[in-house]
């Protein structure tokens, strides 16, 4: 391509990211989401002092020389790492994977949308989506990115709230655990070589910057010292026992212990009577993904050794074949007699998690019913009439867990007891009604129950909507925000702007993990009214014509100063007086 063309593309993805830090530091948006921005903005700058650096280019014929007006691209699924840039963080399957060669045949495809009309590229695969929905948004991008455009949906946030759903869920962790509560323990053997700054330790990691550490430490000088340190945005603290006291024993029984956003650190000789080292209430910033991780830094003489780790008490292998478990013949046993649920499986693994989740339908929504675990389960009296599944998990020794594999589902026929799982609370998240309609009560939307996604378009007449929902479970919770922004109530007024205007209502159950997320997207006409209704000057009225933009008055001899007041004929316009001149004759 032409070097016109790269640095013109270069440019407006410059301007596009730039635009999004701002808006994240308008909307005080997390220091993560705004630090990768920024290595973004800065590649594109290499990118672009790379491309006006000419000094040691061949003067060839560029593509757009070449005269090609239709491309066939076979194949095209390995193209589909395209350069992307997103405010998201923590949801799968959003990858920032950037290819050249994507780059490039991006580059061409708008060069011929521009020559052919959106007819000049024609893709061929078997496999155009593979991973991710980032996929579909890469595809639209290639060949109908005027239409993206045109709907305001060039940006991924914006395509991706219009199209996609990010759903928050229970997910058992690989080693079936809980990382709201957390205990972990293990053995340290070795020391670290004094006169460093030298560390060994375990870790709950989310990146280099944004960790929770246990770490028996030199720093600088001859004594070794237990820590817990923590690291978030660059900016580290560190708490030690009794003020970097000597602790050499070796080896050393390191604990760590975390309760929601408290993490409270120990440690032993002998595993027995345990010493705490101290306490942080300000860790609630590790995402809910974070790992535990083992760690060495400046032990470059001697060794140090990691053994005996356990988390909540189950013992986890740092080495060991991983072959993956397997679970079948997952069954749920019925007593109405007993109250009670029994569930049955096979396992190639040496232990498994057993997990119950409950629906108010057969092929309804199941949810986690929170704090039971095992194979049995009591019958409460909330769960008559309800329907329950097992879901079971088969694990190796180092954690690793199979695939899971649920058992039919099993209907509660008897009145059911007291005691068990009494709390099971609905998993409805559906809207019961969606009225959105113009300020003259005509409806934009007709709602349909199971329909998520609405799009509509309105004229420039249309400057203010009434809206109004209601969930199906007055005990669900509803959140409806209108272009970003939450509204107090669930119905109201609300002032569409030009283009894209987006209403988000967001339905979360009763059990607090079931969500539904409804979007009705609204793409009105701005008013192209740019006519004045009136102007003075000095308090004379000038009489306005039509199709006439220029016009003169004589003042006063002896005047230096003019006072121009102007009213536009549209509501919605806005009249600047850019500059007044004055000429004597």
């Known amino acids: 391509m032409s070097i016109e063309r790269q640095r013109a593309i270069l440019e407006q993805q410059l301007e596009e990211i730039t635009g999004g830090i701002a808006e994240l530091k308008r909307n005080r948006g997390e220091n993560f989401s705004i630090k990768q921005l920024e290595k973004s903005k800065k590649s594109i700058k290499q990118k672009l002092d790379k491309l006006n650096d000419q000094t040691k280019k061949d003067d060839v014929v560029t593509f757009e020389e070449l005269g090609v007006d239709r491309l066939f691209v076979d194949e095209s699924h390995y193209y589909k790492n395209l350069y992307l840039y997103t405010k998201m963080r923590n949801v799968g399957g959003i990858a920032q994977t950037e290819a050249q060669k994507s780059s490039d045949l991006f580059m061409k495809c708008r060069y011929l949308d521009e020559i052919t009309g959106g007819r000049g590229t024609v893709f061929a695969t078997g496999t155009p989506i593979s991973n991710s929905m980032v996929e579909l948004y ?74 929770v550490a246990l770490e028996k430490k030199h720093r600088g000088g001859n004594t070794s010292a237990v820590a817990i340190v923590k690291e978030q945005n660059h900016e580290g603290q560190e708490t030690s026992y009794s003020n970097w006291a000597n602790v050499s024993d070796n080896p050393i029984w390191l604990k760590l212990e975390k309760k929601g956003a408290n993490v409270k650190a120990f440690f032993s000789s002998d595993k027995n009577s345990w010493t705490e080292i101290g306490s942080r209430d300000d860790c609630g910033f590790l995402s809910d993904s974070y790992k535990l991780a083992i760690a060495s830094q400046g032990t470059n003489t001697g060794s140090i050794t990691y053994s005996d780790v356990t988390v909540n008490d189950k013992e986890v292998k740092l080495v060991e074949e991983a072959v993956k478990p397997t679970a079948s013949n997952v069954t749920v046993t019925y007593d109405e007699a007993a109250d009670s649920l029994t569930a049955a499986g096979d396992t190639t693994g040496q232990s498994v998690i057993v997990k119950w989740a409950v629906a108010d339908k057969e092929n309804g929504n199941y949810s986690i019913i929170s704090g039971v675990e095992g194979t049995s389960l009591t019958a409460s009296k909330a769960l008559k009439g309800k329907y329950v599944k097992a879901a079971y998990v088969p694990l190796i020794g180092t954690g690793a867990a199979g695939d899971i594999v649920w058992s039919d589902a099993v209907k509660v026929t008897g009145n059911g007891t007291d005691s068990g799982a009494s709390a099971v609370k609905s998993a409805n998240a559906d809207l019961a009604t969606a009225d959105i309609k ?30 109004s929902f209601a969930a199906e479970d007055t005990k669900a919770t509803v959140k409806v925000l209108v272009n970003g922004k939450e509204t107090a109530e669930l119905s109201g007024n609300a002032v569409l702007t030009r283009g894209r205007n987006l209403i988000e209502v967001n339905v979360t159950a009763e059990d607090g993990v079931t969500m539904k997320k409804y979007r009705f997207t609204i793409s009105r006409q ?60």
Request: aromatic share 10%.
């Open 438 to 467: 113009t300020s003259e009560s005509t409806d934009m939307f007709q709602f349909v129950k199971g329909t998520t996604f609405y799009q509509t378009t309105a004229g420039s007449d249309v400057q203010e909507i009434k809206y």
């Open 138 to 211: 890469t595809i639209q991008r290639y060949l109908q990115y005027s239409t993206l455009v045109k709907n305001g949906l060039q940006h991924f946030d914006a395509w991706a709230s219009t199209f996609g759903e990010t759903i928050t869920a229970v997910e058992l962790t690989p080693e079936g655990t809980d990382r709201t509560h957390l205990t972990l323990v293990f053995k340290l053997t070795g020391a670290t070589p004094a006169n460093t700054w030298a560390d060994a330790g375990i870790y709950l990691y989310d990146d280099a910057d944004n960790y």
């Open 526 to 585: 701005g008013d192209n009214n740019a006519l004045l209704e009136s102007m003075q000057v000095n308090g004379q009225t000038i009489k306005l014509a039509e199709g006439v933009y220029e016009y003169s008055l004589p003042i006063a001899t002896g005047t230096t100063t003019a006072q121009v007041a102007a009213t536009a004929q549209s509501t919605r316009a806005t009249v600047s007086i850019v500059n007044v001149l004055i000429s004597t004759l």
